[in-house]
């Protein structure tokens, strides 16, 4: 016999005995009942006959049992031994020898044992591998409560053909030769936590952070090089959220997207910047603080409001008063007032993120600029998901506003300026902007998806023509960008995460030629 381990020896032992004499009881009762019901089915026997076969099934049942009986006996043994030898082997330092089994222990008996081992083997195993998963996702926090770390490792290659402002993340085509190379500063690391109840409301917080940091701005109206530095790989604050949820209502601070802004295409290549940013998406992250609220049930659908302060940051060419030892103002925080937006949708069927709906959204907001000059901004929105047949789905959003490039439209600018020479001061004026994009999506089952998508803003240039910057930037002179994008997704797992794709730019000056440029991606992803 194998020489298991005490406690091994002790759960078999205890497993026979709890199974096998209520098996062999079980055993009987179902003789006895076949036995009368043969005896009831045959009416020619008589009486006498069928007590003597009932009485020799229950001699033959008392036999089994006695049979059953002794091997226990001879199982208490046999554990017994054991027991001696392996407090023998512990106390003297030497292994214990086995012991051959005894002759009368029968061979169905030892592979009882075996497979009785082999279960509680298996049993530990399993239990081992919850507690590894358990430790795992059991991180510690000053507040005792669940945290989550989640995040995306990602690589994307890229070959540009012309010229763009950043050549892993491009936005912009620039007049020029292409590039190409490889980039992982898109990855993105996350902190998710559930907090106490207050007030009957569930608590939540989540952040996340990337290594795309943001370069300083400051006077940037002729060497902007790009939303982001090329070279630094600095932490940057991406989006974060904390707030209250109760069953239809939710108070909420956050560092997002607009509310009005409520759908992005989607990309794997394109995340320090979502895809379409700067041609129709408005998506740059902005403080804000507000309250949605869910309102009963139209038919099958839902009704909800979101009510939210922002302070809207500049746009990139924004100039700025910098004094030295001082972090510069915004010209939203220099109005000494929040922007105010608001938007209502109709809400379909399903889980939050893979439901229909429809929203028209408001903003508006008071700036102040370093130039002593003061604007007011707005925007109307309309914004949308629409689940169609065969697994397709349309979704887009569009906008008509003034100085909307704090938000990430208005060709980079909030506004124009120019010197005027008669009075010292300038010229200036807020621009119009129109906008938004559109994605048609085809998913394959949960693993496969393709997305195809455009996107355009435009400043209007008739406000723009009088304000040309002899000898600028791109960026001073844009007034139109447009983006064609088409990607394919697979996921051959749920941690892993493989994606091609295609974009075309289209970057259109006040005067001149419009830039081009062709880029390909490729991107590799894992998730934890």
Same mark, same amino acid.
């Given at each position: 016999?194998?020489?298991?381990?005490?406690?091994?020896?002790?759960?078999?032992?205890?497993?026979?005995?709890?199974?096998?004499?209520?098996?062999?009881?079980?055993?009987?009762?179902?003789?006895?009942?076949?036995?009368?019901?043969?005896?009831?089915?045959?009416?020619?026997?008589?009486?006498?006959?069928?007590?003597?076969?009932?009485?020799?099934?229950?001699?033959?049942?008392?036999?089994?049992?006695?049979?059953?009986?002794?091997?226990?006996?001879?199982?208490?043994?046999?554990?017994?031994?054991?027991?001696?030898?392996?407090?023998?082997?512990?106390?003297?330092?030497?292994?214990?020898?086995?012991?051959?089994?005894?002759?009368?222990?029968?061979?169905?008996?030892?592979?009882?044992?075996?497979?009785?081992?082999?279960?509680?083997?298996?049993?530990?195993?399993?239990?081992?591998?919850?507690?590894?998963?358990?430790?795992?996702?059991?991180?510690?926090?000053?507040?005792?409560?669940?945290?989550?770390?989640?995040?995306?490792? $990602?690589?994307?290659?890229?070959?540009?053909?012309?010229?763009?402002?950043?050549?892993?993340?491009?936005?912009?085509?620039?007049?020029?030769?292409?590039?190409?190379?490889?980039?992982?500063?898109?990855?993105?690391?996350?902190?998710?936590?559930?907090?106490?109840?207050?007030?009957?409301?569930?608590?939540?917080?989540?952040?996340?952070?990337?290594?795309?940091?943001?370069?300083?701005?400051?006077?940037?109206?002729?060497?902007?090089?790009?939303?982001?530095?090329?070279?630094?790989?600095?932490?940057?604050?991406?989006?974060?959220?904390?707030?209250?949820?109760?069953?239809?209502?939710?108070?909420?601070?956050?560092?997002?997207?607009?509310?009005?802004?409520?759908?992005?295409?989607?990309? $794997?290549?394109?995340?320090?910047?979502?895809?379409?940013?700067?041609?129709?998406?408005?998506?740059?992250?902005?403080?804000?603080?507000?309250?949605?609220?869910?309102?009963?049930?139209?038919?099958?659908?839902?009704?909800?409001?979101?009510?939210?302060?922002?302070?809207?940051?500049?746009?990139? $060419?924004?100039?700025?008063?910098?004094?030295?030892?001082?972090?510069?103002?915004?010209?939203?925080?220099?109005?000494?007032?929040?922007?105010?937006?608001?938007?209502?949708?109709?809400?379909?069927?399903?889980?939050?993120?893979?439901?229909?709906?429809?929203?028209?959204?408001?903003?508006?907001?008071?700036?102040?600029?370093?130039?002593?000059?003061?604007?007011?901004?707005?925007?109307?929105?309309?914004?949308?998901?629409?689940?169609?047949?065969?697994? $397709?789905?349309?979704?887009?959003?569009?906008?008509?506003?003034?100085?909307?490039?704090?938000?990430?439209?208005?060709?980079?600018?909030?506004?124009?300026?120019?010197?005027?020479?008669?009075?010292?001061?300038?010229?200036?004026?807020?621009?119009?902007?129109?906008?938004?994009?559109?994605?048609?999506?085809?998913?394959?089952?949960?693993?496969?998806?393709?997305?195809?998508?455009?996107?355009?803003?435009?400043?209007?240039?008739?406000?723009?023509?009088?304000?040309?910057?002899?000898?600028?930037?791109?960026?001073?002179?844009?007034?139109?960008?447009?983006?064609?994008?088409?990607?394919?997704?697979?996921?051959?797992?749920?941690?892993?995460?493989?994606?091609?794709?295609?974009?075309?730019?289209?970057?259109?000056?006040?005067?001149?030629?419009?830039?081009?440029?062709?880029?390909?991606?490729?991107?590799?992803?894992?998730?934890?």
């Amino acid at each position: 016999m194998r020489n298991f381990s005490h406690n091994g020896n002790r759960r078999s032992g205890a497993r026979f005995f709890r199974e096998w004499v209520p098996l062999s009881m079980v055993l009987a009762l179902i003789v006895s009942v076949t036995l009368s019901s043969q005896a009831q089915n045959v009416e020619q026997q008589n009486l006498p006959e069928r007590i003597q076969r009932l009485s020799d099934a229950m001699a033959s049942t008392q036999a089994q049992l006695e049979h059953s009986q002794r091997q226990l006996e001879e199982m208490r043994k046999e554990l017994a031994e054991l027991r001696r030898q392996m407090a023998a082997a512990g106390a003297g330092g030497a292994p214990a020898t086995n012991k051959p089994p005894d002759s009368s222990l029968s061979e169905g008996t030892g592979e009882a044992l075996a497979a009785a081992v082999r279960d509680i083997q298996e049993h530990q195993a399993i239990e081992e591998s919850q507690i590894a998963t358990h430790e795992q996702t059991k991180v510690e926090s000053n507040s005792k409560y669940p945290v989550r770390i989640t995040g995306l490792l $990602l690589m994307n290659g890229f070959v540009n053909t012309g010229a763009v402002d950043m050549p892993a993340t491009p936005t912009v085509a620039l007049p020029g030769y292409g590039n190409a190379g490889a980039s992982v500063r898109q990855t993105v690391l996350g902190f998710d936590a559930r907090g106490p109840r207050l007030f009957g409301a569930r608590s939540f917080a989540d952040l996340r952070i990337d290594f795309a940091s943001s370069p300083s701005f400051n006077d940037s109206t002729t060497n902007y090089s790009g939303y982001l530095g090329l070279n630094s790989t600095f932490l940057r604050l991406r989006t974060a959220h904390a707030g209250l949820d109760w069953d239809h209502t939710e108070v909420f601070f956050s560092l997002d997207h607009p509310i009005f802004s409520a759908e992005s295409p989607t990309s $794997l290549v394109a995340t320090a910047e979502p895809a379409l940013a700067w041609s129709g998406n408005l998506w740059t992250w902005n403080p804000q603080a507000g309250i949605t609220e869910n309102i009963g049930r139209m038919g099958a659908r839902n009704l909800q409001l979101q009510v939210a302060l922002i302070d809207a940051g500049d746009a990139p $060419l924004t100039p700025s008063d910098i004094t030295p030892m001082s972090v510069p103002l915004t010209s939203a925080e220099q109005a000494s007032r929040p922007g105010v937006q608001a938007r209502i949708a109709l809400l379909g069927r399903g889980r939050k993120d893979e439901r229909s709906h429809i929203g028209v959204g408001g903003y508006f907001a008071v700036h102040n600029t370093a130039l002593d000059l003061n604007f007011d901004s707005w925007a109307a929105t309309l914004d949308g998901r629409l689940l169609l047949f065969g697994g $397709l789905e349309l979704s887009g959003s569009f906008y008509r506003g003034l100085g909307l490039g704090g938000l990430g439209g208005g060709a980079y600018k909030d506004f124009v300026y120019k010197p005027n020479p008669n009075t010292g001061g300038y010229y200036f004026r807020a621009l119009d902007d129109v906008g938004g994009w559109a994605q048609l999506k085809k998913k394959l089952g949960e693993r496969l998806e393709f997305n195809s998508a455009y996107g355009m803003d435009n400043a209007f240039s008739s406000q723009m023509r009088h304000y040309i910057v002899t000898g600028g930037t791109m960026y001073q002179n844009l007034t139109i960008n447009r983006t064609f994008t088409g990607n394919v997704i697979y996921s051959p797992s749920a941690y892993l995460l493989f994606s091609l794709e295609y974009r075309h730019i289209q970057s259109s000056p006040i005067a001149g030629s419009p830039a081009q440029s062709n880029v390909v991606g490729v991107g590799a992803g894992y998730k934890f």
